[in-house]
């Protein structure tokens, strides 16, 4: 059975970077798109990224040209690099499993996630 398990989470202050690694266990990763979204109290879900199987990757627009995604080669792990962070960008972060990245980003179809990482911008 799939298993993702996020980590890298934290605080940072305003302008700060973060990488965070989704870590996939069970079934192998790289058959798969890999989506991130965020949830912050009394905020909708929101998509900010998503890696193909294939290594395409597809950004939301509230981070776009702050974030890189990418997988390491044996496909088991994803990482999110995110920089110039902003107050606004404190929230909850999980990765889960998706058919189709664009399905992900635009329709928020997946169907399997992990149980968060607390990302805390603040000075």
């Known amino acids: 059975q799939l298993q993702l398990v996020e980590s890298g989470g934290g605080l940072v202050q305003p302008g700060g970077s973060l990488r965070l690694s989704c870590e996939a266990s069970?079934?192998?990763?790289?058959?798969?798109?890999i989506g991130w979204f965020r949830q912050a109290p009394g905020k909708e879900r929101e998509r900010v990224s998503c890696?193909?199987?294939?290594?395409?990757?597809i950004y939301g627009d509230s981070m776009k040209g702050r974030l890189t995604i990418s997988r390491d080669n044996a496909g088991n792990t994803v990482y999110l690099q995110m920089n110039s962070l902003k107050p606004e960008d404190t929230a909850v972060y999980y990765c889960?499993?998706?058919?189709?990245?664009?399905?992900?980003?635009?329709?928020?179809?997946?169907?399997?996630w992990g149980q968060g990482t607390q990302v805390t911008v603040s000075s």
């Open positions: 889960a499993r998706t058919s189709s990245c664009y399905q992900f980003v635009v329709h928020g179809q997946f169907n399997y």
């Open positions: 069970g079934v192998p990763q790289g058959y798969y798109g």
């Open positions: 890696i193909s199987s294939s290594g395409d990757t």
